[in-house]
């Protein structure tokens, strides 16, 4: 019988104090000091012009777009995401390897360059162009561009998620509920589904902050037409550029407050996968 053994390293507590004052260190100056600078900017002239600036159409009109592109993204790639994860862990194909590379894509191309290709595709006098006019069909520099963009640019999240944890999981679950008479929507309802849930949500999560966040790719299709293209990191853009630094940092703000957001309920995940004693992540 193999014994199993336990590798500890132990190191003095100056040791131990300096990697935690770096890391405190690292944290404080790229991630608390432009978290406080923003809020402060943004505060700086006071809560009324704080209120004014979000209230302003412009900036309410980005708020609603951004939440528009997450609310269609998210879901396409959540049904996207789990198809994926599926097949890829759960079956052996053809393609497998073709697929997997594809799904990694926009983790390699700059979103600027996935935005290119979506105007050289459906450009007026690309590829596509022409038909789309002559159907009366805008996608670029409109909503579903930026439809479009969000979703290439998040699409690997939740399938990236999905396929190390169902791989570990492996399928004698699905295989035992199948021999026993379950169909293949029961088998995913009610063995599938509940044992993928946290990695899912937390897929989900990284998703939509992706989603509300993108900047490249939606940047180059929606044209930046205020009032209707202009997505919340496209109008702070517009806003500083225009010196109107409290509005610029007001909309700021509200990024980051939903940024915070969403570490706030990814620790939750994590903590009650924890608890639950499920897996996460894959081994």
Known sequence: MAASTRITTHESR?????FIGVALTYLLMFLGLPLF???YQAFSKGWELYWVALQEPDAWSAIKLTFIAAGIAVPCNLVFGISAAWAIAKFEFKGKSLLITLIDLPFAVSPVVSGLVYVLLFGAQCWFGEWLQAHDIKLLFAVPGIVLA???VTFPFIARELIPLMQAQGKEEEEAAVSLGASGWQTFWRV?????KWGLLYGVILCNARAMGEFGAVSVVSGHIRGMTNTMPLHVEIL???YNFVAAFAV???????????????????????RSGEPLHGA
């Open 37 to 39: 600078t923003v809020f």
């Open 14 to 18: 100056a040791v131990t104090l300096l």
């Open 252 to 274: 700021a703000s509200l990024l980051a407050l939903l940024a915070v957001v969403t570490l706030a309920v990814k620790s939750l995940v994590e903590w009650q996968a924890k």
């Open 240 to 242: 500083y550029n225009e």
């Open 192 to 196: 599938t589904l509940p044992n993928i």
């Open 150 to 152: 969000t979703i290439f």
